[in-house]
């Protein structure tokens, strides 16, 4: 690319924007020299890009490279350096060049600020019909490395035992495979999650440490934040849906975790979870875009590719989707022929349609399986998904309660709904797993007995 200045504008600049914007109709309003970068070559304007603000969020917006120099790069490079300067992780764009965005490594999405969701529905009604909303996240330059994770296998190796991986002799008679169990259920609170918790204690500045956490679940994610406070002694705080599973809500508290209810679903306990800590200066920890968390969670699949050198295929449960990242980070690294394929449940598809549409998009929450009761997908999962994942399918609530009984009948282990969830996928995928050798995650065992009784008595005979 040839020599060049790269800069904020000025006033100068600001009547080659203007006549710019009104030349290629683009969005005109409130046009200020602050809001915008441009590219200089041998003293001209070539390209020019803008941060537009609004009440409540900004956009990337009105980006333009002048007639002569298209082709040569210029609006990437505008793209690039607006992401960098962009005020909020998550970068919005409405355009009528998807295309383009794509190529950046943005998302299509449904899911907008509701200033950017009024805009995008005005361009479509006057002269953009085919305008789309579209995100970046800058956290996805945070997903863990396999380096990471081998740090984070040395930072919780004193606090958690390896779990095992044991072959089933039923299951892989009833699959025609070797199936393979990895017991995560086995964990101090009985879900995989604590390996992000335990990697985030033994991470964390004592600053942070001081401030305390705040974090949203349904159970399994509190339970991990929960765990680790208490090996380092610090508060935290867990908001959750009202009508949570009473055994993660007491196992929390027992930890010694603030345990507040709000909201009918994990979404609106989520909100409510990030405005506490804003308001109290706590750290929000996100349930799948924190990266300490993420590169915990993954030392499961090393330990898999560790005691099963030659898996052809991992079968794991999706919820917001930091289980499967893991094994798209580590497993493809380690043995790249392998097979990572998720499951969600169909009562919950919101990063199954996410990932098979190449669009983000909200879904209805209506599971039994906590652990997979996600409505809101999160662009690093779904972009690492869609580059890396061999396969994703859904699995019924009746298909998870089969699966429940079939691992305590099989197996004598107690699974969860969303622990069960690759077991009832591997049913459903029989003839494809036949000769290989399979590693099926069970995800966690936090089924309360009265759920377990009548998972069994309607499976009687």
Known sequence: ?????????????????????????LDGERLEPRQFIVVRRNGGNVAFGRIKPYEETYELASLAVVEEERGKGWGALVARELINRYPQDEVYVTTDVPEFFERLGFLRTDILPRELDEKLDRARRVDHPDAVGMIYDRRVREIPTLADVYRAKHAIEPYLKRTPLVHNPYLSRLLGCDAYLKLENLQPIGVFKVRGGVNLAASLPKADRRRGIVGASTGNHGQSLAYAAKLVGMRCVIAMPEESN???????????????FHGGDFEEARLWAEEFARREGMRYVHHVNAPELMAGVATMSLEIVEDLPDVDAIIAPIGGGSGVMGHCIVAKALRPGVQVIGVQAEGAPSVYRSWKERRLQNAP????????????????????????????????????RDAIALLLRSARQLAEPSGAASTAAALKLAERLKGKKVALVLSGGNLPNEELRRILIGRQG
């Open 246 to 260: 009473p055994l993660k809500v007491e196992s929390m508290r027992a930890l010694g975790a603030e345990v507040e």
């Open 365 to 400: 929450i209506d599971t039994i399986a906590e652990g997979l009761a996600t409505g809101t997908p999160f662009f690093p999962p779904v972009r690492t998904f869609i580059d890396q994942l061999d396969d994703m399918l859904l699995v019924s609530d009746d298909e998870m």
């Open 1 to 25: 690319m040839p020599a060049h200045e790269i800069s904020a504008a000025t006033s100068d600049d600001l009547p080659f924007i203007r006549d710019t914007v009104a030349r290629l109709r």
